[in-house]
């Protein structure tokens, strides 16, 4: 199988891309991420992707870091904290704040 293009994508996005594949002509791997996507993914594919699109312009983060949290979808800033800590950079208590404002205004 060959690779068109890599993106990164939303658990959203995923569960959007996998409803377009008839169930019985999903492989094992599908079926599973399809299970997971459908219990774990917090919003619709386009209130994930404008999170994403925010999250990156305004809050200058990486899209993988934008895709990140709007996958948590993390309602306050010890829970935003949690995940910044793994990306070893500061994210000063202000860029945070907008964060999860712009989270609240898309939910």
């Known amino acids: 199988m060959e ?3 890599k993106e990164v994508i939303s658990l959203s996005e995923v569960k959007d891309v996998l409803e377009k594949v008839e169930i019985e002509e999903m492989d094992q791997i599908q079926r599973w991420t399809y299970d997971y996507v459908s219990k ?3 919003s619709s594919s386009q209130a994930s992707r404008a999170i994403i699109n925010e999250l990156v312009s305004s809050c200058d983060l990486k899209e993988d870091e934008a895709v990140e949290i709007a996958n948590a979808m993390p309602t306050s800033i010890e829970e935003l904290r949690a995940f910044t800590f793994g990306w070893k950079k500061l994210i000063l208590t202000d860029t945070l704040n907008k964060i999860l404002d712009i989270i609240n205004k898309a939910t």
Do not use: S
Request: glycine share 0%.
């Open 3 to 5: 690779t068109l293009k």
């Open 40 to 42: 774990f993914a917090k």
